[in-house]
């Protein structure tokens, strides 16, 4: 019989990586992270760990000016993204541009 490969949990795992057990809990549940659950607990093969440890890793690219040119595209897309376009219903022709509340007025000081 081969025994099980053994395993961390998640506050030694939270050692590792620098952040708290409640972080490590919230990737492993929106399935960002790789984990076993046996007896109801989040376990961690050294498998796990490496494929965790990769996921956060940043390599430098060959060209610096295509990283920079990416970020600038990624703002641009930010900034565009300001008012949706949403599909208009039915009875209504063409697109509808989805409205926004005005800011709360300031209030004068005392």
Same mark, same amino acid.
């Given at each position: ?12 795992? =939270?050692?590792? /990586? ?5 972080? +490590?809990?919230?990737?492993?549940a929106? #399935?960002?992270?790789?984990? !076993?659950?046996? =007896?109801?607990? /989040?376990r961690?093969?050294?498998?796990? +760990? ?5 996921? #956060?890793?940043?390599?430098? !690219? ?11 595209? +990624? ?36």
């Amino acid at each position: 019989m081969a025994f099980p490969e053994p395993t961390i949990g998640k506050e030694q795992l =939270a050692v590792i /990586l620098g952040c708290s057990p409640r972080t +490590v809990q919230d990737r492993c549940a929106a #399935g960002t992270w790789p984990f !076993t659950m046996p =007896a109801g607990s /989040l376990r961690f093969t050294e498998e796990h +760990v490496r494929h965790i440890l990769a996921l #956060g890793e940043k390599r430098p !690219t060959d060209n610096p000016t295509e990283s920079r040119a990416g970020a600038t595209e +990624v703002k641009t897309a930010r900034r565009t993204r300001r008012r949706r376009q949403v599909e208009a219903p039915p009875h209504v022709s063409g697109t509808v541009t989805q409205l926004r509340s005005k800011p709360a007025p300031r209030l004068a000081a005392p």
